[in-house]
């Protein structure tokens, strides 16, 4: 017996169709990208941005995920430089959404806790530009990154000012917490909602000189079943469809 993915039917591969996508916040920790460290109550372990300088003995990654070299950390260096208190808060820009399209969050994210108890690794997201922030998901520790995507426009409507957030937490101190961020892309997909047009029978967007040629090639009985050519549905590629595709001329 062979499954895939390898531990289906618990989960399954996805697809997305779509006509294009307007990317709003793209970061592979390269640069700052507009992202604030905030903490609250924390002694170490604060968000900072580099090249990962932990030997991963302490549950650190010793390496970015998307390859560029850099990601965010939490107290990045070796030793014990975990996090401890918290939570530490690495918070995006304002991002203006546009008016249509599902928006998506994609990233990837690490998180090791040792003792597995109730610290997490959360990500938020904010429909009012940072005014209240509400639970996209949390994670209580995994082995090595993993990738995320969720879907926010459910949170965050359309024509609004939004913020993404994560929190990373070791509260009450009791635990080895290390905690990375890479990968981050905000975008909204677009989608072509146009119904088709009989008359396009070429099928290029526009209704002219190229679908006259189509139906002059293709004059007579429809053999085997309906064609393109047959804009008019009646089973014969003639005159009438010439006059249809003048008709809707465009």
């Known amino acids: ?129 940072g005014a209240t922030w509400l639970l996209v998901e949390q994670t209580g520790g995994f082995a090595g990154w993993e990738e995320r995507t969720v879907r926010l426009d459910t949170i965050a409507a359309p024509g609004k000012v939004v913020r993404v957030r994560f929190l990373a937490t070791d509260n009450p101190n009791d635990s080895v917490t290390e905690a990375a961020i890479d990968a981050v892309r905000l975008e909204v997909l677009e989608c072509d909602t146009t119904e088709p047009q009989p008359e396009d029978v070429d099928g290029d967007g526009v209704i002219g000189f190229g679908d006259l040629l189509v139906i002059l090639a293709a004059f007579g009985p429809c053999e085997g079943g309906p064609c393109p050519a047959d804009v008019d549905g009646d089973g014969t590629v003639s005159f009438n469809d010439l006059l249809a595709v003048l008709a809707a001329w465009n």
């Open 1 to 129: 017996t062979f499954t895939s993915p390898s531990n289906a039917p618990a989960t399954a591969w996805t697809a997305t169709s779509a006509t294009g996508r307007v990317t709003l916040l793209e970061d592979d920790g390269q640069t700052p990208a507009g992202w604030t460290v905030l903490n609250v109550e924390i002694t170490g372990g604060d968000w900072q941005r580099g090249v990962p300088a932990g030997f991963g003995d302490r549950g650190d990654p010793t390496q970015d995920f998307d390859g560029s070299g850099a990601c965010w950390l939490t107290q990045n260096g070796p030793g014990n430089t975990d996090v401890d208190g918290g939570p530490t808060i690495l918070r995006s820009r304002e991002i203006a959404v546009p008016a249509t399209g599902p928006l998506f969050l994609r990233y990837a994210r690490w998180f090791t806790n040792d003792d597995a108890d109730i610290d997490r690794l959360r990500t938020e997201c904010s429909p009012d530009g």
